[in-house]
């Protein structure tokens, strides 16, 4: 992974002219570290937590997970501290109903891998699906338009089948610990450009966005011993609770399940109407920031754009010990 964004760094913006031999020499030696460091800590591949959570009456809803290592839990040793385990309980919890959890997501995946991932989630007829997604293309030099473009065409292909979307948005790669300066800053830079522009891709498609760079980014940043698995790049159980934690509101909010004071933007927090580019800027550097579409005295946009809604939502608390019935 850093050895490739190494690359994507010297020749993705402007080539040597920019970097300069002499500091491209330097991001080539500081990949290289990074990936014996990263490379000699070998994780097992993640638990399957699929299963039914929760209990209640009524039909189960459907949550479908897809996506990279990040969706799929990569790094924890058991289903249940997996990020869709957590957030399958957590949506049992607030809609007093059983949810039935199907993960798709696969280690390493990139955007173009979501086509495929959806092909096996159809039969889980989902009713709300979350894909993290991203890393893996900052890392294999995707180009940022055909990554938008295929996450913009996975979106619209769940709300046409009439699945609400959440789509936690290119963590920070700026964080891993084993990248040295200045290819950590680099790696920062291309998350949250790519971020953004997941963002005004999913919002325009009828989904909405979590900021998932700055969750794994100043709150990683200040605890790596605490919020990182062993190989000091994938979330560790406690990372992946902090993660899950942010994105939960959203889902919450997706399927219709606040009540109606709980849905009210708050001045206080931080909350606000934007053109979609500006929130979208916004989120990336904000903990846990959700956008969603908005219209402002009826009209979807302004002069200067699409509208959207900027909610820093409050982190719901998970629960202790999600379990499958």
Partial sequence: MARRLAAAAAYGGGGLSLLGAAGYGLLRLQAKLARRTITGRPLGGPPDPDGLYGSGDGTPLSFVVAGDSAAAGYGVETAEETPGALLAAGLAEVAHRPVALTTVAQVGAQTADLADQLDHAEAAAPDVALLIIGGNDITHQVKLTESVRLLDEAVRRLREAGCQVVVGTCPDLGTIRPIGQPLRWLARRASRQLAAAQTIAVVAAGGRTVSLGSILGPEFDAAPGELFSEDQFHPSSAGYAHAAA????????????????????????????????????????????????????????????????????????????????
């Fill in 246 to 325: 942010a994105v939960l509101p959203s889902l919450i909010g997706a399927l219709g399940l606040w009540a109606p004071g709980d849905e009210l933007p708050e001045a206080v927090r931080g909350d606000s109407v934007l053109p979609v580019s500006i929130a979208a800027v916004a989120a990336a550097d904000h903990a846990g920031t959700e956008v969603a579409a908005a219209t402002v005295g009826g009209r979807a946009g302004g002069p200067r754009g699409p509208w959207a809604q900027l909610r820093n939502r409050r982190r719901r608390p998970l629960p202790d010990a999600p379990e499958r019935v």
